[in-house]
C-alpha cells in the first residue's frame, strides 16, 4: 500500500461525497477538478468506464466511481465532478457526486480498514479517517484501477481519437 502524502505526520487529502458517504483521495493524486462535461462513449469499455473527455486537446478516459463500487449512481447534476487524477502513470477522470473540500489532518486519525465486506470491497480501503462527527474513507486509487485496465482504457482513448 502506497503511503499517503504527508508533511510530518500531516496528511493532505482531497474528499468527496458518493451518495451518503464521504470519502477521500491523497492529493498528490489529483491534477485538477472539473465540473461535469461531455462525455463520448467508447465501444466495449468496462461498465464502469463511461467513456472519454477532451481535456484542453487531450483524450482522458472517465470512469464512474459509483459503477465501479456498485453503487445505485445517483443523477447528475450542478454539484457532480470530474476528478483528473494520475493513477499509476495514467491520467484518468473520476465522476463523482461533489467534492467537499480539501484535508488536512493528523495520519493518526487514520485506523486502518476493517475486514468487513461492503459493497466496494475493502481491497480499495486505505483507512478510516475519524473526524469529530465525520468518517472519511481513503481510498487507495492505485488498486481502483489496475494496471492492465488502465492500460485497456488508455489504448480505448486512443483509438477514440483515431475515429
Known amino acids: 500500500m502506497e503511503q499517503l502524502a504527508s508533511g510530518g505526520d500531516i496528511l493532505q487529502l ?6 451518503t458517504e464521504e470519502y477521500a483521495v491523497d492529493i498528490l493524486k489529483v491534477q485538477e477538478i472539473n465540473r461535469m462535461t461531455e462525455i463520448a462513449r467508447v465501444p466495449n469499455a468496462p461498465s464502469y468506464v463511461e467513456g472519454v473527455i477532451n481535456l484542453r486537446g487531450r483524450v482522458i478516459p472517465v470512469v464512474s466511481l459509483s459503477k465501479r463500487f456498485n453503487f445505485t449512481a445517483k443523477d447528475r447534476d450542478d454539484q457532480s465532478r470530474i476528478i483528473i487524477m494520475d493513477i499509476q502513470g495514467i491520467t484518468i477522470g473520476v465522476i463523482v457526486d461533489s467534492v467537499s473540500e480539501v ?26 479517517a475519524k473526524m469529530e462527527d465525520r468518517l472519511i474513507i481513503l481510498i487507495d486509487m492505485d488498486l481502483l484501477i489496475e494496471r492492465s485496465e488502465s492500460v485497456s482504457m488508455l489504448e480505448a482513448s ?6
Open 103 to 128: 484535508l488536512r489532518i493528523p495520519a493518526n486519525t487514520v485506523d486502518p480498514a476493517p475486514n468487513v465486506a461492503t459493497e466496494m470491497g475493502t481491497e480499495f480501503i486505505k483507512g478510516i
Open 14 to 19: 482531497v474528499t468527496f461525497n458518493m451518495g
Open 158 to 163: 486512443q483509438k477514440a481519437i483515431e475515429i
